[in-house]
Structures are given as structure tokens and as C-alpha cells.
């Protein structure tokens, strides 16, 4: 087990709920457009958000985002200046990502662990496959993935920090799982996990999915981000759908069947359209989309509220009884009302996490 950070508003380790993050990817600098996307991100459920502050003025508009968020948890992520992290604590951030290695000189990072203890703010630190230290370089990447992560949480402790997350990040995802279970077996810091530069959604999706995936099922991990070339609420549907598959996180369990030539409902689009309707539910309702009866009937009993196709239209089912049979043209209106009176009314509200 992790020991527990405090991180604004959250808890990253010690057991609690894995943290779902994400990054934005407008201009920091641009105040407006990035509390945009942070409230987007906040209403697909993301639950810490990380912002690039790339020079000291991106620490002003830090300060007007920070006064807009409340004690939502904002992350700022920091190289080579060890002004701009200084500046972002005392602007009231809640964690700062840094890499020890390219701040500079100790005292550099010295001054940033201090100032961070006395306010509690964690420090995230690691090691990436794309930016390895020299003098790592010449050991296989795992190895020094490994070492150099260590390196940078003796340098923080050595600083006098106790607040500290580790990453260990690579775009292999092999090298990424098993340096990350390396680092888990050494320290008790929670683990934030992710394959790195992992490209756009299909491949992300599959490659952050089996590594993130794969050190879940072993216990290890605190924290997660997908990351994905796009739309960063992309991340948190992807971390969302993860979470839930594994059994960490509640929410509906949409079924649908992959179609066939027997297909009588355009599976595909109700399957979207659900998505979309329960995407902020937190009750565990299971929903089916079947294109026909084959297996439709079945899923259907097994299934909180089910769709089968069937010639000219389809039919809806509840908790395995037949509500009806619909012509094609009131189908998809009438599974819809059934939808939203199961997430609202059924569920107990549909809350925001
Ligand atoms: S449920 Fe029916 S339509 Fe869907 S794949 Fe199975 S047999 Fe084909």
C-alpha cells in the first residue's frame, strides 16, 4: 500500500479511488479558453488537471485560473525554471510536476521542496524514455528508467520533501510496466501511471489501456492519465471506461454487439448515443444494444434495461421482462426516456464525480 498524498481536494495512494488526470493543451496564457477546458474536462469527470506553465507569466494567468477553480485540484507542470514552480506555489497550486534533473543545481531544487513542504504541496518527479540523464544512458532502459526515478526521490528527500508522487513513464509499453513495477517494489509513494506520447486514439487506447491495465490488475498504481494526440476530455472517457472495466469505478456497463448480417438497429449509433446520455452517471446499470434477438433476448434478461433489433423495428427490456415492441421510427425515442428515467430517477440522481 501507498502512503496517502493530499493533493487539493483529493487523495492520491493509500488505497483511495484511482485518480483520473489530464492535462489541457490550450495556451496557459490564454485564461479564458483554458478554464474552458478545464470545466470540460471536470464535467467527463477528470479529477486533477495538469497545466503546462512554460515561463513566469504563465504564472500569472495561474493566479486568475486558481481564483476561478475553487479547490479544484490543478497540477503545474515545470522545467528548467525553478522561479516558475516557486511562483506556482505560492499561487496556490495544489501539486507541481517537475524534473529535478533539468531545474539545475540542488539548491534550485531545494528551494522548491521547501517551499512546497511548508505549504503541503506534493512534488510528482520520475523518469521518462525521451529525456534519460546522461549518465543513465548507457544502462538498458528499464534499468535506468529505475535509477534515475530514484535518483530524482533522493534528491527531494535529501531536500528535505515527504510529499512526493513517482511516474515512470516510456512509450514502450513493456519497458513502462515493468520499470514501474520495479519502482513500486522499492518505495511507498503513490504511482502515477501512463505510457507516454502513447499517439492518437486507436493506438492509445490500446497501448495505455494494457500497460495502465496490466500494473492495475497487479495493485500498483495511484493515479492515471491517458495521454492521446487530441482532445484531452478524450483521456478521461478512456480513463473512465478503464476504470470501470476493472472494477474501481462505478458506472453503466454498456453492452452492444459487434452487428452481423442479421443486424436489424443501427447498433453503432444507439451504442454512441447511450454513451453519451449516461457519460457523467455513477450508477452500475447495465444497458444492452443487441442488433437481434439471437442474443438480444438473452442480454437482455441479464441487463438492467436491454434493446433487440428485430425486423421493421425492436423491442426494449427491463430487468429481463418485455416492455414492448416499437416500429424503427419510435425505437430509439422510447429506449432514450427509458435511458434518462433509469440514470435520473432509478439511479438516484446522476452527480457529478
Ligand atoms: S446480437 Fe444478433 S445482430 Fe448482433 S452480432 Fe449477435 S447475432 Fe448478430
Redesign the pocket.
Same mark, same amino acid.
Not at 454487439?257 to 436489424?264: G, K
Given at each position: 500500500m501507498t502512503i496517502p498524498i493530499r493533493v487539493g481536494s483529493i487523495t492520491i495512494g493509500g488505497g483511495y479511488p484511482i485518480a483520473i488526470q489530464s492535462m489541457t493543451n490550450t495556451d496557459t496564457k490564454d485564461v479564458g479558453a483554458t478554464l474552458r477546458q478545464i470545466a470540460c474536462l471536470r464535467a467527463a469527470g477528470c479529477e486533477a488537471i495538469r497545466l503546462a506553465l512554460y515561463d513566469l507569466e504563465c504564472v500569472d494567468s495561474l493566479r486568475q485560473i486558481r481564483k476561478e477553480t475553487g479547490d479544484y485540484p490543478l497540477i503545474a507542470d515545470v522545467h528548467y525554471d525553478y522561479r516558475i514552480a516557486l511562483g506556482a506555489i505560492r499561487a496556490g497550486i495544489d501539486k507541481v510536476r517537475i524534473n529535478p534533473g533539468n531545474i539545475g543545481e540542488g539548491w534550485k531544487v531545494k528551494e522548491i521542496a521547501i517551499a512546497a513542504e511548508e505549504r503541503g504541496v506534493p512534488i510528482r518527479v520520475g523518469a521518462n524514455s525521451g529525456s534519460l540523464a546522461k549518465n543513465f544512458e548507457h544502462l538498458p532502459v528499464v534499468e535506468a528508467l529505475v535509477a534515475s526515478a530514484l535518483r530524482e526521490v533522493k534528491l527531494l528527500e535529501d531536500a528535505g520533501m515527504s510529499r512526493i508522487v513517482i511516474a515512470v513513464k516510456s512509450s514502450n509499453v513493456t519497458e513502462m510496466v515493468e520499470a514501474t513495477r520495479r519502482v513500486s517494489s522499492s518505495v511507498s509513494y503513490p504511482l502515477h501511471l501512463g505510457v507516454t506520447e502513447a499517439g492518437p486514439l486507436s493506438i492509445s487506447l490500446v497501448k495505455s489501456t494494457l500497460g495502465i491495465g496490466l500494473l492495475l490488475s497487479e495493485g500498483i498504481g495511484d493515479t492515471i492519465r491517458y495521454s492521446i494526440s487530441g482532445d484531452p476530455v478524450k483521456e478521461v472517457d478512456a480513463a473512465k471506461t478503464l476504470l470501470k472495466a476493472a472494477g474501481l469505478l462505478s458506472g453503466p456497463d454498456i453492452i452492444s @454487439?459487434?452487428? @452481423?448480417?442479421?443486424?436489424?438497429i443501427d447498433?453503432e449509433e444507439y451504442a454512441l448515443k447511450v454513451t453519451e446520455l449516461t457519460r457523467a452517471c455513477v450508477k452500475p446499470v447495465r444497458i444492452a444494444i443487441?442488433?437481434?434477438?439471437?442474443?438480444?433476448i438473452g442480454?437482455g434478461k441479464n441487463a438492467d434495461l436491454g434493446i433487440?433489433?428485430i425486423p421493421g423495428g425492436g423491442a426494449l427490456f427491463e430487468k429481463g421482462e418485455i416492455l414492448g415492441r416499437y416500429p424503427k421510427s419510435e425505437l430509439f425515442p422510447a429506449f432514450e426516456a427509458r435511458v434518462r428515467r433509469w440514470i435520473q430517477e432509478e439511479g438516484g440522481g446522476n452527480p457529478p464525480r
Open positions: @454487439c459487434p452487428t @452481423c448480417a442479421r443486424t436489424c447498433v443487441m442488433g437481434c434477438v439471437v442474443n438480444g442480454e433487440a433489433g
